[in-house]
């Protein structure tokens, strides 16, 4: 715990004008970022008595080991620098709003030749007009399925757009009039377009112009006794008036509005929020917080503003926010809006009629959601605590365990050996610092030398990561397998927000930035080592910690045999009781370091599986891989043809297929496939050649499933 008069600027050199300033912990880690409208008085509030201070301040102050600020010339200026460095630096105790749920949105991709609609979650896309969000998927799909009688948009993904183009056929939908089937050119690209735009002008409200068109054809269609197609249209307006429906009419016509409302207390905070767009409610969101800092409910919707809108422009920002309370102060919030929407937006608290009525709907709203909220995780905080204090207790340590490490080693039968690095802070899973690797230094199965090699792998970075003090060169200290790659040379990746499932890999990205206060990978050091294992992994890692010097970081193992906690050192285990929370904290870190582990290494033996002779050949691409393929059936039939043969191929000159020719050659012949059902053994011309292993005695199949996962480490 530091002292803030260690790191407390020097009298008369905090400058008294608008900026921004950041808190960093011993590790250089940004753990608080602010605004101010005056440094100086701003930051001679954090620097008064400790007793003054409320209880999360003091908190942050006191694990703060230096301040820094940054002067910018107006206040927009300082709230469009905070929003940034909230979002780069992901500080500790700054409000950070989560949604309790990935709220589904309707999507037009108004940015391809023939705009599709969908349902889309996550991050928003350039050129892809949004409606919503939605509170369940399947409320967007009875709108759209309602509005394509009328605007026939295509909905298809791109597989079965090119499938119908190419067999002249369209889906379903077209055959039954709910899409214009662009596949197959009943349309032109322009006209489907105008389609689609027009859906776009229904959901964002402008609805008065349509019913009032199709109202009139159905008059001319009775005129001129064309009965059947007035009937139609009829039942156009029907679907139009019944789609409307879904959401009724809360203000007046036209009126494009955001209502935030604001539900808190000591602890949390919970902010719902309403998109009212052409008077009627086209959307909710609802998020939670834990108030880490002593803030006022201003300054919440203040944070609240910059997470709905700091990503936005345009017509997603509305010509009216009505809040709760006003920010303070609110000129530079109001311009900033302003500013993204490139008109004026009028951000106040409603006062009276409709809009004041639908603010008190907006508040029971977020009332609930924070009760509810309490209600599922009212034991949680009490309980995460409960469990660090008895792992310290147990353990013996000095203080909680705020950050946990817990490594696993994952392998079939000794190949493709892997291992996972899952971290806890504060009890909760923290996806975006896992990590995985790839086992470099030795061939086959040992666990212990496998622990040995990832902990001493992961702390020689930690190391490195340590002593240096300026930005340092990508790359420049690795070892073979530390980089976050996906191929053979791979051994990191993350288990993160946009990432999908643990498969994915990532390359060096600006999440991993590795300059001053920035995520960076390895730099931040765990309170306890877990290892999945008994006392000979705990052995192997604590020998690797000692090996390197390291000596303030705990280790400890959990045997699955019978959940025993084994420490260096020690002959006994300490067995933690049955209804002990510190050992149900303790077996969710084990269990999520094998969860990883196992899908890592699945994922490197099915890619394994699905290799390929022509994968080898220098210059080959796809494309021309794709071709050689579908003129010869399989790589058997490939590999015994001529070099002739392989030039008739399009696209193959003598040169490739010389090249072509030789590298099959050189490549032994893939060992037989064997139907696991039957037991028969098939010719390699049965199965794609994509997924025929190449490498010399690897089957395609090992036993079944249940055999294979009986087999898995």
């Known amino acids: 715990m530091a002292d803030p008069s260690s790191y407390r600027p020097r009298p008369g050199e905090i400058p008294d004008s608008p900026g921004v300033y950041r808190f960093r912990d011993e590790h250089r880690r940004v753990i608080y970022v602010g605004k101010a409208k005056s440094l100086r008085q701003r930051l001679a509030n954090y620097f008064q008595d400790l007793a003054n201070l409320h209880p999360r301040t003091r908190t942050m102050v006191t694990t703060a080991a230096s301040v820094e600020w940054t002067v910018v010339s107006t206040e927009v200026e300082a709230l469009q620098l905070e929003y940034s460095w909230i979002k780069e630096y992901d500080p500790r105790f700054n409000v950070k709003y989560r949604d309790d749920k990935s709220y589904p949105y309707l999507a037009v991709t108004m940015n391809e030749e023939f705009p599709r609609v969908q349902v889309m979650r996550g991050q928003k896309k350039k050129g892809v007009r949004y409606f919503g969000p939605y509170g369940h998927a399947w409320a967007i799909r009875d709108t759209v399925d309602l509005l394509l009688r009328v605007f026939p948009v295509r909905t298809c993904s791109a597989g079965v757009f090119k499938n119908a183009a190419r067999t002249g056929r369209p889906c379903l939908l077209g055959y039954i009039g709910k899409c214009s089937a662009p596949c197959v050119g009943r349309i032109t690209p322009d006209d489907h377009w105008d389609l689609a735009d027009e859906f776009c002008d229904f959901m964002a409200g402008r609805t008065g112009t349509y019913l009032r068109r199709l109202e009139r054809q159905m008059a001319e269609a009775a005129e001129d006794m064309e009965y059947e197609r007035a009937a139609r249209l009829r039942d156009d307006i029907g679907a139009l008036k019944k789609a409307m429906e879904k959401s009724a009419v809360v203000l007046a016509d036209a009126t494009d509005a955001d209502l935030i409302a604001v539900a808190e207390d000591e602890l949390e905070a919970a902010v719902q929020i309403f998109h009212v767009r052409g008077g009627r409610v086209r959307g909710q969101r609802g998020w939670v917080t834990d108030k880490v800092e002593e803030i006022t409910t201003g300054a919440l919707v203040e944070h609240a503003l910059q997470q709905l809108y700091g990503e936005e422009s345009g017509d997603a920002v509305p010509k009216e926010v009505l809040v709760p309370a006003l920010p303070d102060p609110v000129e530079p919030v109001q311009q900033w809006l302003t500013e993204r929407r490139g008109s004026g937006v009028s951000l106040r608290i409603p006062q009276r009629g409709d809009k004041k009525a639908l603010m008190e709907t907006v508040q029971r709203n977020a009332q609930q959601a924070l009760v509810l909220h309490k209600t599922k995780r009212a034991s949680d905080l009490t309980t995460r605590s409960r469990a660090l204090e008895e792992i310290a207790e147990a353990l013996d340590l000095d203080s909680a365990p705020l950050r946990i490490e817990c490594y696993d080693i994952s392998h079939l039968q000794g190949d493709d050996v892997v291992a996972s690095m899952v971290v806890f802070e504060d009890g909760l899973a923290r996806k975006s610092e896992y990590r995985r690797f790839q086992i470099k230094g030795f061939e086959g199965q040992d666990d212990v030398r496998s622990m040995h090699e990832v902990i001493t792998r992961r702390f020689r970075r930690y190391l490195a990561e340590k002593e240096k003090t300026g930005e340092w060169a990508d790359g420049e200290g690795l070892t073979d397998g530390d980089r976050q790659t996906d191929g053979a040379g791979g051994a990191d990746g993350v288990d993160g927000a946009g990432v999908a499932d643990d498969t994915a890999a990532l390359t060096d990205g600006p999440a991993l930035k590795d300059d001053d ?81 196992i899908t890592y290494q699945r994922a490197k033996r099915a890619k394994r599986f699905r290799s390929s002779p022509l994968d080898d050949v220098p210059g080959l691409g796809e494309t021309r891989k794709q071709a050689l393929i579908k003129h010869f059936g399989s790589v058997k039939k490939l590999r015994s043809a001529t070099i002739d043969q392989i030039c008739e191929v399009p696209g193959i000159g003598r040169k490739t297929a010389e090249t072509v020719a030789v590298a099959l050659a050189r490549a032994a012949p893939a060992a037989p496939a064997v139907n696991t059902a039957t037991g028969e053994i098939m010719d390699e011309d049965e199965g794609a050649p994509e997924t025929t292993a190449d490498a010399p005695g690897e089957p395609v199949s090992a036993g079944t499933p249940d055999e294979r996962r009986g087999q898995e480490r």
């Not at 390895?522 to 390291?550: C, E, T, W």
């Not at 400890?556 to 006994?572: I, M, S, T």
């Open 517 to 597: 206060g920035r995520p960076k990978r390895f730099a931040y050091p765990p309170q306890l080592v877990v290892v999945d294992g008994g006392q000979p992994q705990v052995a192997a890692a604590q020998r690797a910690l000692d090996d390197l010097g390291i000596d303030d970081i705990a280790v400890c193992g959990l045997a699955k045999r019978l959940e025993e906690v084994w420490l260096p050192r020690e002959d006994d285990p300490v067995v933690l009781p049955r209804t002990s929370e510190g050992l149900y904290l303790l077996q969710r870190v084990r269990d999520e370091a094998h969860r990883f582990a």
